[in-house]
C-alpha cells in the first residue's frame, strides 16, 4: 500500500482549521488482502434503517443525500478532524494555501454542538471585532448552530466581501451572550512580520504556516541583522494564536535555529505515515538567545516548532499552554471528484512527546495580563545630579549626551509596552545576552 504525498495548510472558506496535512492517492496493489470483514448483523441494521427513512421520513429523500450524509457521520464520529468533502469543498481546500481567501478569518473546532473559536488570525475581520480565542459561538444571525456539522457553519460564513454577519458567542467571564458584528472580507494573510524592539532585539510574528514561510522567515531574519551590522543579540519568536498550517513550513522554521538532530516525526497505521524530519547544519542566529511566545491559541504546527526548539534546549518557551492539536490529517481523493480528510498519524516533538490533547507547556508561565505605562507623573525621584552645586563628575557631560541618544533612540522604536508577554519576552532576552557574555 502506498500513497503520494504533498503538504499544505487547511484554509476553507475564511475558517481556517489548523492542521497538519497530507495530500495522498491510496493505491491498492493487492485488493483481496485489504478487503476488511464486514459486520454483516451491522450492515443489515443500516439497510434496514436506510429502508424506513425512504419509506417512512416526511419528506422524501434522495439515495444520494442518504448515502453522503451516512459517510459524513461514519468519519466525523471518529475525531473532530476528521470529514467528507465534497466538489466545492474540496476544491476550496486545494485553492486554500495561497493565502488569500474570502470570509471571517477565525480558525475553529467544534466542542459540545458548538462552533468554538480557536483563534482569530491576525488583521482579519474576526481579529478586529474582538473576536478571542475560546469563544463560543451559538448563533449565525437568526441560526442556531446546535445542531449543524462544522461545514454547515462554515457555508454560512462564507458570504460575499463586505456583507454582515452577526456572531452570538458565548464569553468566559461574560454574564450574558455578546453580539458582535463581522463584515465579511478577502481575507490576506501575511503569515510573517518583523520589527526591531530596541537597537540588536528583533521581534517576527508568525501568524500562519503557509508554503512560503519558511522562506519568508529566513528573508525577514537576514533583514533584521542588516539593520544591526550583522548581528542580532537576541529574538522573540510570536507563535500565539497561530492555528498552524503546512508540515513542512513549521520544520523549515524550526530548521532556521537549529543546527542539527531530529525536528519532528510521524507515526500511523500505514508505513507511509511514518516519516521523520531532521535539521540541517545552520542556525541564522548564530546561537543568540531566543525566545518563543505562545498560548492557547497556538496549534498544530506552531507546537511542532515550539516543541522541537524546546527539546533542543535553542529557545526558552513562554507564555501558557499550548492548543494540544498533535495529529496529521491525510486528504485522500475520491473517484468522483471529492476526498476523504481523515486522520492518519500522530507526530511527536524530537524526545519522543506525544502533544495529542496535552500541548506544550512553557518553560515559563505567564498569566495573561493587560500593562500600560504610566503617562505624566506627577512627582520625579531627585538625584545627586539635580541638587544645586553638586560636585561634578569629569564624564558627566559624556555620559548625559550618550543617555539623551538612548532615549532619542527608544522614542523612535518605542515598544508596547501594553503587549506584557512581549515585554517579558524582552527583558528574558537582555538577562540571557548578559549571562552569554
Known amino acids: 500500500m502506498s500513497f503520494f504525498k504533498r503538504d499544505f495548510g487547511l484554509i476553507t472558506s475564511g475558517v481556517i ?3 497538519t496535512l497530507v495530500f495522498g492517492q491510496m493505491v491498492f496493489a493487492d485488493k483481496e488482502a485489504t478487503k476488511p470483514d464486514l459486520p454483516l448483523e451491522d450492515l443489515r441494521t443500516f439497510s434496514e434503517i436506510f429502508g424506513r427513512i425512504k419509506s417512512s421520513y416526511v419528506e422524501p429523500v434522495e439515495d444520494k443525500q442518504l448515502l453522503e450524509n451516512a459517510i459524513r457521520g461514519m468519519l466525523s464520529g471518529l475525531d473532530p ?16 494555501t495561497s493565502g488569500e481567501f474570502g470570509g471571517l478569518g477565525i480558525e475553529v473546532s467544534m466542542e459540545d454542538g458548538f462552533v468554538k473559536v480557536v483563534t482569530p488570525i491576525d488583521d482579519t475581520p474576526a481579529a478586529k471585532a474582538g473576536i478571542k480565542p475560546g469563544d463560543l459561538i451559538i448563533r449565525l444571525d437568526d441560526t442556531p448552530v ?25 464569553r468566559e467571564g461574560e454574564d450574558t451572550p455578546l453580539k458582535i458584528n463581522v463584515t465579511r472580507a478577502i481575507i490576506k494573510v501575511e503569515s510573517v512580520k518583523k520589527k526591531m524592539l530596541e537597537p540588536g532585539y528583533a521581534y517576527v510574528r508568525i501568524s500562519t504556516f503557509q508554503s512560503r514561510t519558511g522562506e519568508s522567515l529566513r528573508e525577514a531574519i537576514s533583514e533584521l541583522k542588516k539593520e544591526n551590522d550583522g548581528k542580532l543579540n537576541g529574538l522573540v519568536l510570536d507563535l500565539r494564536n497561530n492555528p498552524g498550517g503546512v508540515l513542512d513550513a513549521a520544520v523549515e522554521v524550526s530548521d532556521a535555529f537549529i543546527e542539527k538532530g531530529l525536528i519532528v516525526y510521524t507515526e500511523g ?14 542556525d541564522m542566529l548564530k546561537g543568540a538567545p531566543l525566545v518563543v511566545l505562545v498560548n492557547g491559541g497556538s496549534a498544530s504546527a506552531s507546537e511542532i516548532v515550539a516543541g522541537a526548539l524546546q527539546d533542543h534546549d535553542r529557545a526558552v518557551i513562554m507564555g501558557t499552554k499550548t492548543f494540544g492539536k498533535g495529529s496529521v490529517q491525510t486528504v485522500m481523493p475520491l473517484t468522483n471528484d471529492t476526498a ?56 558627566e557631560e559624556e555620559k548625559a549626551n550618550a543617555e539623551q541618544n538612548q532615549a532619542d533612540k527608544e522614542k523612535e522604536q518605542p515598544l508596547e509596552v501594553s503587549d506584557y ?10 538577562g540571557m545576552t548578559i549571562l552569554k557574555k
Open 421 to 430: 508577554a512581549l515585554s517579558q519576552a524582552l527583558n528574558l532576552l537582555k
Open 340 to 395: 476523504v480528510k481523515m486522520t492518519t498519524a500522530r507526530y511527536y516533538t524530537p524526545s519522543g512527546r506525544s502533544i495529542q490533547a496535552e500541548g506544550i507547556v512553557p518553560d515559563i508561565e505567564l498569566k495573561p495580563v493587560h500593562i500600560s505605562a504610566i503617562e505624566d507623573a506627577e512627582f520625579t525621584p531627585l538625584r545627586e545630579r539635580d541638587l544645586a552645586h553638586h560636585l561634578v563628575n569629569g564624564d
Open 269 to 282: 497505521r500505514i508505513p507511509d505515515s511514518d516519516q521523520k524530519f531532521h535539521a540541517t547544519p545552520d
Open 81 to 96: 478532524h476528521s470529514t467528507y468533502l465534497d466538489k466545492e469543498q474540496f476544491k476550496e481546500l486545494r485553492e486554500g
Open 17 to 19: 482549521l489548523g492542521a
Open 146 to 170: 446546535k445542531g449543524m456539522t462544522l461545514n454547515d457553519a462554515v457555508d454560512i460564513m462564507r458570504g460575499k466581501p463586505g456583507t454582515d454577519l452577526m456572531l452570538t458567542i458565548i
